[in-house]
């Protein structure tokens, strides 16, 4: 399987966030809500599968739950989808580059996250709560415990738990960019993916989908939902950005060749001149 070395990636990295920053809103608006859901259909597979499990089972539950979440990120990057988390790396990296301008990583950021959400909830409202998916035993269950445990975390808790999970999905988005066929593709978004969802850190696109789908079920409130939100965001933010983006830049950024002044030349003086 060829791969890329680190500085070629960047410069790949680069590129795909130059190209994102620019789509029209309306293509970002429909390959937004095409990863929201990728990343639903994800997590809603995980429920259908660790759900049935017992109690006795709970680290092979995990396990067999985070091996089959990856699908989500997968679709993602391969079949075409603009994710809030990967968006949080790449743009930004394009920025540090001075490739696109900050007012444009913002707007980027706006479309994609209002576009994941859309996409996450119409998963968790269309299947989860009409068709029943989340709402019949044991997947009821397993929804409310996995909503309630991400809920019941500290402001502060959440936060470093969305720094941890973006620190592994941007790794994945950066492991994808640098293979050049589609198995090192899957491989490369399949394991740093599997780890966040195994350790448990929260993922804001993730959250889109099973904290909604708990409360269509009739748990909780969507002021505890923002109280959620707001702080994993920003956790995915700083992971994305600053332990991806700003760290591979200022490891692997060309620098400029230092630049010779030249000798000065005196003019030559002729004798007896005046």
Known sequence: MAFSKPEKIMEITVENGVKKAKYAAGQTLILGFEAGAFIALGYLLFIRVTA???????????????????????????????????????????RFAKKVTTKQVAWNWLLVTLSN????????????HLVGLTETAPFLDKTINVAEHKLEASFFQAFLSGIGCNWLVAAAVWLSYGAEDMSGKIL???????????IGFQHVVANMFVIP???????????EYLYNFVPVFLGNAVGGVVFIGMAYYHAYKKKEPAIKSAPVVQPLVKSGSR
Request: hydrophobic share 60%; aromatic share 14%.
């Open 213 to 223: 789908a708990a409360i269509f079920a009739g748990h909780f409130t969507w002021i």
């Open 52 to 94: 049935p499990l017992s109690e006795s089972l709970q680290g092979l539950s995990s396990l067999i739950g985070a091996s089959v979440f990856p699908i989500g990120l997968i679709l993602t990057l391969l079949a075409g989808g603009e994710l809030l988390t990967g968006n949080m790396m790449a743009v930004p990296l394009a």
């Open 188 to 198: 490369g978004i399949w394991f740093p993916t599997m780890a966040f969802v195994a």
């Open 117 to 128: 959400f859309a996409g996450a909830i119409f998963v968790a409202y269309v299947f989860g």
